[in-house]
């Protein structure tokens, strides 16, 4: 089970409440247990977090409630996970702290940090084990809240390159732009992520504290390590695919909706990662046909029925096809 500390919903429920919320009606919606806000390191199930935002949007009939809440981040927040971040020398080195000890707010995010070119530097965020569209909440508020985190310690503007977003566009852009400062955001992006001119990660920060950062170290290095994702992109297809041969649903539309995203995103996050739709159909079907296959004969038309095609003579058609690509593949292993 993923988990989140409780630091989070505390910063986050103190900031709705002051734009109007009921604080006990809110903590009674979401299901967060009163002891838990009672201690100052408790870890909750990750669906309480999710839970808040979807509770958050619907109260006060805000998508953008996440950037909302980002803007008005408060430095300290999350505790050692701020002060972590907070204490080192520039802006590059406080981003580095993000991925490593991301366990210190949540067991069920992983942050990238790469650089593009010689020119930029992107942060990026995933999550373990997605949510549906609570997770397109939580990554906007988390990418937000690492930009008005970092305006808060560095006495230059930190102006984005460009923000990329695996949500669908919203039907006012005001928030986003006054948040993250760039009018570049691409939505249905194939990653939820941030990029920095690389000259950017030389801001120094005004709080840096060389002394505290080396107090804070032995915290920070018995931390559990970053969560490994559970899976790849295609092997999460590859699941979804599995389910939706069970109920007879094998279309792009049914196994994006499965995913909790886009037909468009999805095809392209395969591409990214060396495949196509196609493929992981083929892949999918022949996996299925293979363990039934294992039991015993199985007729021509049980065998379509089990693959998702409407009758035999599909079924033949998908077969050529498949025998075709294999020859094509063992050609090109002689080659």
């Avoid at 979401?30 to 977090?49: D, H, K, N, Q, T």
């Avoid at 790469?114 to 992107?122: F, G, K, L, S």
């Amino acid at each position: 089970m993923r988990t989140d500390q409780v630091t989070l919903h505390r910063f986050v429920i103190g900031e709705l409440t002051a734009a109007g919320l009921d604080r006990n009606k809110l903590i009674r919606d979401i299901g967060l247990p009163s002891w838990a806000l009672a201690s100052p390191e408790a870890y909750v199930p990750s669906e309480i977090f999710a839970r808040l935002w979807e509770v958050a949007e619907h109260e006060l009939g805000d998508p953008a409630v996440p950037l909302r809440v980002a803007g008005r981040y408060s430095m300290g927040a999350l505790g050692l996970y701020d002060y972590l971040f907070s204490t080192v020398p520039d802006l590059g080195s406080g981003l580095q702290t993000l991925g490593p000890y991301v366990t210190a707010v949540t067991t069920n995010h992983r942050w990238g940090l790469a650089a593009e070119n010689d020119d930029e530097v992107t942060l990026s965020i995933e999550m373990v084990d997605p949510n549906g569209h609570s997770r397109d909440r939580i990554h906007l508020w988390g990418l937000a809240a690492v930009v008005a985190r970092s305006r808060l310690v560095i006495a230059a503007p930190v102006v984005p390159v460009r923000v990329r977003l695996t949500q669908a566009p919203p039907k006012s852009l005001d928030a986003y732009i006054e948040l993250f400062g760039t009018t570049d955001i691409e939505f249905r992006a194939p990653i939820d992520a941030v990029t920095f001119r690389a000259t950017d990660m030389n801001l120094p920060l005004t709080s840096t504290d060389p002394t505290l950062a080396t107090v804070l170290k032995p915290l920070a290095d018995a931390l559990p390590p970053p969560p490994p994702l559970a899976t790849t992109w295609a092997d999460q297809v590859a699941t979804a695919l599995a389910k939706a041969l069970e109920v007879g649903e094998v279309s792009l539309e049914a196994v994006a909706r499965r995913m909790a995203t886009s037909p468009r995103t999805l095809q392209r996050r395969l591409m990214e990662a060396g495949t196509t739709w196609r493929q992981e159909v083929d892949r999918a079907r022949a996996a299925r046909l293979a363990e039934a296959a294992a039991t015993g004969p199985i007729t021509r038309a049980r065998q379509a029925q089990l693959l998702g095609y409407t009758d035999p003579g599909s079924l033949r058609r998908a077969a050529r096809r498949w025998s075709i690509t294999a020859a094509h593949r063992r050609c090109e292993q002689l080659d």
